[in-house]
């Protein structure tokens, strides 16, 4: 017969194994496709880089908002001006919820689609929250997870899918907690915050941060595909008060078999987000890793040389930087880059009529390759085509940027497969298959 102290340890022991299968199971892969949105209405070239400009708080010159405000179509990408900065918690970092947000350590991988809507204009991807699924905008310019939910009125909802907290026996009201968020179009989101299980793919966060509006902007209202926001940038410009969240993909990282997640976005065509994992077969060649810097809150990087249908390299603006954002429609580049592409299109023009730079449609557009950390990447020609001004001229989806800052929109990631990893932070790219 066992001695009595032996099975007292052993039972123990059995009990503490059953406490904490977390521990013990895999890290996990896990993938989410895009869906498209069948409301979109058109593209609309000056709106889309006005909504970019704000979105930064860039200068605006005044023949864009001109040539902005001549057109009714809805470009319903959401881009938030601040991008978190203002609503910062003074001295303090990014913080779990209360209790603590957990993520769950299944396989260890995951991944949604990501379905462009009519022209490619906004990539939304489901997600479930307290077991309710709702389309999202992913967005790697900013840092919060909000949604359309059922504190909002019916005229608010109309067409949408909510989520309704009292339908989640997992939801928990984070008492005090509050959200405000300034966007490019002077739209916004405003409302309370609670915690849930948040569910992409497969990839599972118990106690995430959910910020439940209260008030949307009548641009947020008149999109009833798209319920909300799911922001992938650093939880430092998270803008919850009066204690920052963690963002989602901080809070799963720990749980992926590795610490990243990647964009598959392109044109016309369903694509995905995936967590914990490179998928090799979406690509050519080998994928190149550069360093990025977070200080800002974003996927940054250097940016400062570019070459126009494989020539010769030039250099735009010496220790020029940009960011890796899905959350932006256009590609800005510094003023230098957009000029020496354009000059080499037959019939391209800076339209003051139009704000920014059109060309005839018909005219084929050089590849441009663009510095990225110091390696070069190529945007495809025929992605720089991005809307069409009338029958016979289009507006590019390459722009000036009006400040330092360049931003790598979904004309980038349509070239490109992107990866985002947050354990060293660093940036993968390469040309999609």
């Not at 179509?73 to 303090?92: A, D, L, T, V």
């Not at 939910?149 to 005229?155: A, D, E, G, R």
Request: a negative charge.
């Amino acid at each position: 017969m066992q001695p009595l102290s032996n099975l007292v340890l052993l039972f123990g022991l059995l009990a503490l194994a059953s406490a904490s299968p977390a521990r013990i199971q895999k890290r996990g892969v896990y993938k989410v496709e895009r869906v498209p949105n069948p409301n979109y209405t058109g593209r609309n070239g000056p709106r889309a880089l006005l909504k970019t400009l704000r979105k930064y708080r860039m200068p605006i010159p005044a023949a864009l908002t001109s040539a902005a405000s001549q057109s009714n179509e809805m470009i319903s990408k959401r881009q938030n001006r601040r991008k978190g900065k203002g609503h910062k918690q003074k001295g303090g970092a990014a913080a779990g919820a209360a209790g603590g947000a957990t993520a769950a350590a299944t396989n260890g991988t995951g991944s949604v689609t990501a379905t462009p809507e009519a022209n490619d204009v906004e990539y939304l991807a489901p997600v479930t929250i307290g077991g309710q699924t709702l389309n999202l905008d992913f967005d790697s310019g900013s840092s919060d997870l909000w949604v359309f939910n059922s504190q909002l009125s019916n005229k608010a909802t109309t067409g949408h899918t909510i989520y309704d907290p009292t339908q989640s026996n997992t939801f928990a009201l984070m008492q005090g907690a509050s959200f405000e968020i300034s966007y490019g179009d002077g739209s916004g989101a405003a409302g309370n915050v609670g915690t849930d299980t948040v569910d992409i793919g497969g990839a599972t966060v118990t106690a995430q941060a959910v910020e439940l509006a209260t008030a949307v902007s009548q641009s947020f209202v008149q999109d009833p595909n798209n319920n909300g926001l799911l922001g992938l940038a650093f939880s430092t410009i998270n803008t919850v008060q009066p204690q920052q969240q963690k963002t989602f993909f901080d809070n799963v990282m720990s749980s992926l078999a590795e610490p990243l997640f990647t964009a598959d976005l392109r044109a016309q065509a369903v694509g995905a987000y995936e967590f914990g994992q490179v998928d090799t077969s979406k690509f050519t060649g080998a994928m190149t890793w550069v360093p990025i810097n977070n200080t800002q809150g974003f996927w940054q990087f250097t940016s400062e040389s570019f070459a126009v249908d494989g020539g010769a390299a030039q250099t735009s603006t010496a220790g020029a930087q940009a960011i890796a954002d899905t959350g932006t429609t256009l590609m800005l580049a510094d003023a230098a880059v957009a000029s020496a592409y354009y000059a080499q299109v037959d019939g391209a023009v800076d339209d003051q009529t139009q704000g920014g730079f059109t060309f005839p449609c018909d005219a084929t557009l050089p590849d441009l390759q663009i510095d990225v950390g110091g390696t070069m990447a190529t945007v495809k020609g025929t992605d720089i085509n991005f809307a069409q001004v009338d029958d016979a001229t289009c507006f590019g989806g390459l722009q000036a940027t009006t400040a330092g800052l360049q931003i790598y929109g979904d004309i980038f990631f349509k070239s490109n497969f992107v990866a985002f990893n947050g354990g060293n932070n660093s940036l993968g790219f390469a040309q999609h298959v």
